[in-house]
């Protein structure tokens, strides 16, 4: 059974400019989490969506959004980057109230 | 006050020895409780979840939780140097809001 996916590995942009961070879930799981993990800080929680619906988000401002596909695969935008964006950005995903399995993460950094 | 509190660490263990990694939570109404494993430039992954009071082991694993002082630990018997890492705590409430709520993690370090 393939695990969660994520895309791209890594990703370099400069000040301003938006980045698009994908995940595709384990199959059957309709859960998809977003976390960031900056260096030396805890997961922080983004944004949780299910069954296509945004159903909770985190202490984050409205720049950091996302939207669950029919498939539920997920995408996470962040628009207008800020330096302290830089970070590693983990999707997870999970069926019904099981536990969260993680993605191998996108490393974002700003310029 | 963290919501979820870690030791730091680090914590050094000889190998073969017992490493014992611990974790606090202030929210009562926590639900579910997990164990994640993260390597140095890597995600996390699942060691072990736990929903009842007492133990539950899984081959060298053995999670504990005690709701009524709000902790939880893991014990790591036979400790071998693949095992350092940085351990993190996560915790979920039961309720709508189901993300996981982790703690800065604890770094292990199993010396040869």
């Known amino acids: 059974e393939a695990g969660v996916t994520q895309s791209p590995t890594h990703l370099i942009k400069t000040r301003g400019q938006q980045a698009t961070l994908r995940c595709s879930p384990i199959?059957?799981?309709?859960?998809v989490y977003w976390y960031q993990q900056a260096l030396g800080l805890g997961l922080q929680f983004l944004l949780w969506?299910?069954?296509?619906?945004?159903?909770n988000r985190g202490n984050f401002p409205p720049r950091f959004s996302g939207r669950q596909f029919p498939n539920y695969s997920s995408e996470l935008n962040v628009n207008a980057l800020e330096l302290e964006d830089s970070a590693l950005y983990l999707c997870?995903?999970?069926?019904?109230?099981?536990?969260?399995?993680f993605g191998p993460g996108t490393r974002l950094t700003v310029l | 006050q963290k919501e979820v509190e870690q030791n730091s660490g680090p914590l050094s263990v000889p190998e073969g020895a017992i490493a014992s990694l611990n974790c606090t939570y202030s929210?009562?109404?926590?639900?579910?409780f997990f164990w994640y494993r993260q390597y140095s430039g890597k995600s996390p992954e699942l060691i072990m979840f736990?929903?009842?009071?007492g133990d539950k082991e899984d081959g060298r694993f053995t999670a504990q939780l005690n709701k009524a002082s709000q902790y939880v630990s893991l014990l790591i018997r036979d400790s071998q140097p693949s095992d350092s890492a940085t351990y993190l705590c996560?915790?979920?409430?039961?309720?709508?809001?189901?993300?996981?709520?982790f703690g800065s993690g604890t770094q292990l370090t199993v010396l040869p």
């Open positions: 997870a995903s999970q069926a019904g109230a099981d536990t969260q399995y």
């Open positions: 199959s059957g799981h309709t859960s």
């Open positions: 969506y299910d069954e296509g619906e945004e159903r």
């Open positions: 929210d009562r109404g926590s639900q579910s």
């Open positions: 736990i929903y009842s009071n």
């Open positions: 996560a915790v979920r409430v039961t309720g709508s809001a189901r993300q996981l709520t």
